[in-house]
């Protein structure tokens, strides 16, 4: 079992910044990919980034390519997504997952946080 548990969210103004953390408990955390994902009210949820064992980051999709930065610290359990440039549809909630292999695939997320919420202001 991997417990996951995000920190940084809140409110914020359009063309700030936030960095988002992803703290992990349990298996090693070093063993597993990471994945954020965002769903915002009345959307399917979203592929925002993932990073392999080793701290290679996938492709960003388009709406945060150039914007957002994923990265993880093994020695710290943890993962985190600098979000720099935001706007008012980065509002969402952000959740961090894991996953054993590396995915940009929600369902293929075996462990979740319970997400935290941010709001962009225009």
């Known amino acids: 079992q991997v417990y996951l548990v995000e920190s940084g969210g809140g409110l914020v103004q359009a063309g700030g910044s936030l960095r988002l953390s992803c703290a992990a408990s349990?298996?090693?955390?070093?063993?597993?990919?990471i994945g954020w994902f965002r769903q915002a009210p009345g959307k399917e949820r979203e592929f925002v980034a993932a990073i392999t064992t080793s701290g290679v980051p996938a492709d960003y999709p388009d709406s945060v390519k150039g914007r957002f930065t994923i990265s993880r610290d093994n020695a710290r359990n943890t993962a985190y997504l600098q979000m720099n440039t935001m706007n008012p549809e980065d509002t969402a909630v952000y959740s961090c997952?894991?996953?054993?292999?590396?995915?940009?695939?929600?369902?293929?997320?075996?462990?979740w946080g319970q997400g935290t919420q941010v709001t962009v202001s225009s």
């Open positions: 349990g298996r090693t955390f070093r063993n597993y990919a």
């Open positions: 997952a894991a996953s054993l292999f590396f995915t940009r695939r929600a369902p293929d997320y075996g462990y």
